[in-house]
């Protein structure tokens, strides 16, 4: 069956460090891979995106890489700020524009 | 405010009611999609409608159903509603350039069966 994991622990760091959060999946063959910021109660924000022929890329303080080999990607945020606290999802899209997402990673940027 | 509305922002109601949920899309975005989180299966993808047909279906019960009206806005009508039932319902819409963009989320309805 299909399935997107992300580090089901809730992920703590110190402000300035660099945070990395992983997404896993198997069973897709994704063209784009997404990522999103949820803050509790709101609606989740798009960050962004990379495509299957990407390997990196980078926005500001945010940079994703997208192993589709090891069907894998990663999410960094760099020089974190308590403002960075959050929960961070990971979504997938096969051929079609329908976006399946991970359960999120919940960081907690300590000041 | 990210353009896309969602009301209401919350409803309560009892099991076996039903209940309609309105989303307007971002100006100019033709596809809407609904999806329902809930505290232990995350973000459910429900279904998408693109210029007022329907595109996709992810996991949506028979109890549920969704449209798309000529004005681009959508809704979903929840009816026999059990307690599981009990979620955010989110609304997102995306424009044409959707692999610049990425999905724009509404804030959503927070629904609770008593």
């Known amino acids: 069956s299909q399935k997107i994991e992300q580090n089901s622990e809730a992920l703590n760091i110190q402000e300035g460090k660099t945070a990395t959060l992983t997404c896993n999946y198997t069973?897709?063959?994704?063209?784009?891979l997404q990522w999103y910021r949820q803050d509790p109660g709101r609606g989740p924000v798009f960050l962004l995106l990379i495509r299957e022929n990407e390997k990196e890329k980078r926005k500001e303080r945010l940079k994703v890489t997208f192993d589709t080999t090891l069907k894998q990607s990663l999410f960094h945020i760099t020089a974190s700020q308590p403002a960075d606290s959050a929960t961070y999802l990971c979504a997938l899209a096969n051929t079609g524009n329908q976006f399946y997402f991970g359960t999120g990673t919940s960081l907690t940027v300590i000041p | 405010d990210s353009g896309v509305t969602q009301t209401p922002k919350h409803l309560i109601t009892a099991t076996g009611q039903r209940v309609t949920l309105r989303c307007s899309p971002r100006?100019?975005?033709?596809?809407v999609y609904w999806y329902q989180q809930s505290l232990d299966q995350g973000l459910q993808f429900l279904i998408q409608?693109?210029?007022?047909?329907?595109?996709a279906k992810g996991n949506i019960l028979e109890r549920f159903s969704a449209q798309q009206f000529p004005d681009l806005h959508s809704e979903l009508n929840l009816s026999s509603l059990e307690l599981g039932d009990s979620a955010l319902y989110f609304c997102?819409?995306?424009?044409?350039?959707?692999?610049?963009?990425?999905?724009?989320f509404g804030s959503g309805t927070r629904l609770t069966v008593v």
């Open positions: 409608y693109y210029n007022g047909e329907e595109r």
């Open positions: 069973n897709y063959s994704p063209a784009y």
């Open positions: 100006s100019g975005d033709l596809s």
């Open positions: 997102a819409s995306s424009s044409r350039d959707r692999s610049n963009y990425g999905y724009t």
